[in-house]
Structure formats: C-alpha cells, structure tokens
C-alpha cells in the first residue's frame, strides 16, 4: 500500500509540473493581463481629463480634508447647518437689527452672568447643587501655533506680491489688478461684513455643487479657458508686445 501511494504522489506532482509549464497558455492569466492593461488604460485616460485648476486631487482633500471639508460639503450636515445658521444669526442681528458688536457682547455677557449668579445664589435654598462652571484656560501651544501660521501666510503673501510688482509675469500682474478692482467695485456696494457673509455663503454652497456637477463644470471650463487664452494672444500681441517694445526703442534711440 505505501509503494502505490508514493507511485500516487509522484504521478501527482509530475502533473502538477506539467499544468504549471503550460499555464502560459493559460486563459485567466491572459484575462488577468488583459484586466490590468485595462485598468492602466482607464487611469492614464482619467489623468489626461480636464480638471480645474489642474487640480488633481478630489475635493474633500483639495478643501483640506477633515472636519472643514466635511463642513463646506455638508458631509457633517448638523454640524454644518449649526456654523451656518450660528453665522446667519450673527449676520442679521449686526446688518438687519442693526446691533453693535460692543452692545451685543455686553448683553450676552450681562445675561449670562445673571442667570449663572441667580442659579449659584438660589441654590442654597433649593438645595439643588450649583452650576458648573467651567474653567476656561487658552493652551499656550495653541496660542503659539496660530500665531505660527499667520505669520507664515503672511511672510508667503509679502513674498507673492513683491514677486508680482517686480514685473516678471505680466499674466499674475493682470490677474492681481483685475481682482483688486473687483473687489474695490464690491466694496463700494457692500460693507465687510456683509461682503464676508457672501463669502461664506459661497463657501458652502459652490464647492458642494462643484463635487456634484464636476463632469460638466470641467467641461465647461476648459472650453473657457481656451477661449480666454485665444483672447489674451490677441491682447499681447496688439498691446503688450507694443508696451513692451516701447522702452526698448528709446533706450536705442538714446
């Protein structure tokens, strides 16, 4: 009986070598290929696909990730409709009931304090126990790292502009005047604090129709961005180019 398993096992592995040479041949291997050739294909064709702004990440991770992209796109919608409602509320009461900042913080404050002490004081006679009061402590660290990063975008900002008026890039030049002016036009219609509230309307309502209409937007926006580019040819070549040649010919003439 051993002899003819051992024959068995033999006869076994040396099938088990044949399948295994001719498994070249093998159909799922080719469909394996076949599938992995796909799947390149598909990513290479998804990278050549027009994205705004070249982006090249989704939007939750372009917004940061995390708790604020979660907000701008109603991932978290309670949390993002209490910011939203909290911001509305604060809006209203400064631009529509038309209160001050100072006359609205001091009648929190003065409600707060009185309801605390009536609660605190009452209690003794209720023997209900007190309120807890929480102790409320800034952490240094975090002190220290905000600081950190206004400073960092500030330094970044300083860098950028200096960059802009030392007349390298003309496009950034034009885009920086263009945007300024806008936004001196906007001023002269909106306070800032309502001109802050657009944009925190904005916020969290473009980036989140944005993530839901991305196949056409893009579309959209690469048909612009070609007519934009054949606009500013244009524009460089009757103006810039004439702009720019004109020191040149003076500085040969002198």
Not at 90 to 97: H, Q, S
Not at 186 to 215: A, Q, R, S, W
Request: charged letters at 25%; glycine letters at 6%.
């Amino acid at each position: 009986m051993a002899d003819k398993e051992a024959e068995q096992e033999t006869h076994e592995s040396l099938l088990d070598k044949i399948t295994e040479k001719l498994g070249g041949d093998d159909p799922s291997s080719s469909d394996t290929s076949d599938d992995d050739h796909g799947v390149t294909a598909a990513s290479a064709a998804k990278a050549k696909i027009y994205r705004l702004f070249g982006r090249e990440k989704p939007v939750h991770k372009v917004l940061g990730g995390g708790k604020p992209a979660d907000v701008f796109l109603w991932r978290d919608k309670k949390l993002t409709a209490g910011v939203f409602g909290s911001v509305t509320i604060i809006w209203v009461l400064f631009e529509l009931v038309e209160y001050h900042l100072l006359t609205l913080v001091c009648h929190i404050l003065i409600l707060a304090l009185a309801l605390l002490f009536l609660w605190s004081y009452a209690s003794k006679f209720i023997n209900r126990p007190p309120p807890r009061i929480p102790e409320i402590v800034i952490p240094e660290d975090v002190v220290l790292s905000v600081t950190s990063a206004i400073r960092t975008d500030l330094n970044t900002a300083s860098a950028e502009l200096r960059a802009i008026a030392s007349g390298k890039d003309v496009k950034k030049f034009l885009a920086v005047i263009a945007g300024l002016g806008l936004l001196s036009v906007l001023g002269g219609y909106f306070n800032f604090l309502t001109l802050f509230y657009i944009c925190f309307v904005l916020l969290h309502t473009v980036p989140v129709l944005y993530e839901k209409y991305e196949d056409q937007v893009d579309a959209f926006a690469e048909k612009a961005e070609a007519e934009l580019k054949k606009q500013y040819a244009v524009f460089e070549a009757k103006v810039l180019s004439k702009i720019l040649k004109g020191p040149l010919k003076d500085k040969k003439f002198a």
